[in-house]
């Protein structure tokens, strides 16, 4: 009978992307999500483009942003506001402390469930931290009734 070593089990699991053992699978994991986080909805409804929506960089309508307000759009890591009719930004839904998805844009903050940081709908600078950098900007383009992500 051949002698298998615990790093032989793990080096042949890594080589396979994974070992199961009775329901218990073990790979390469860094921990659970973030509470509150990834993936879901918030109180603005699915953070998901709607089908035919989302495709060669199209992330949603104008409709779908609120005045005053944003949408997160977990699938492409950005969150898109409306600061002022009319007016669209783009943030990288990455928040800066810690490293968790933004999870909902309400009162002019956009909001990270892990820490509690708050950003800023209209530039992306920290309103509360533990965040101390701004969301890094994205570049879009609205033509048409359209939002394209143009980086």
Do not use: W
Request: hydrophobic share 30%; net charge positive.
């Amino acid at each position: 009978m051949r002698h298998v070593t615990r790093r032989g089990v793990l080096v042949g699991g890594a080589a396979f992307g994974g070992l199961s053992l009775g329901g218990l699978s073990l790979g390469a994991c860094g921990g659970a999500p973030p509470p509150n986080g990834y993936p879901g909805g918030d109180e603005q409804g699915p953070r998901t483009p709607a089908p035919g929506q989302g495709g060669q960089g199209i992330l949603d309508t104008v409709d779908h942003v609120p005045v005053g307000g944003g949408r997160v759009y977990d699938n492409h890591q950005v969150v898109v506001t409306q600061p002022t009719a009319g007016d669209f930004r783009c943030f990288r839904a990455v928040c800066t402390h810690a490293g968790c998805l933004v999870n909902s844009v309400q009162n002019g903050t956009i909001n990270c469930p892990c820490h509690g940081s708050r950003f800023a709908i209209t530039d992306g600078s920290v309103r509360r931290g533990p965040a101390t950098k701004p969301l890094e900007p994205r570049t879009i383009t609205v033509d048409t009734g359209q939002i394209r992500l143009l980086d």
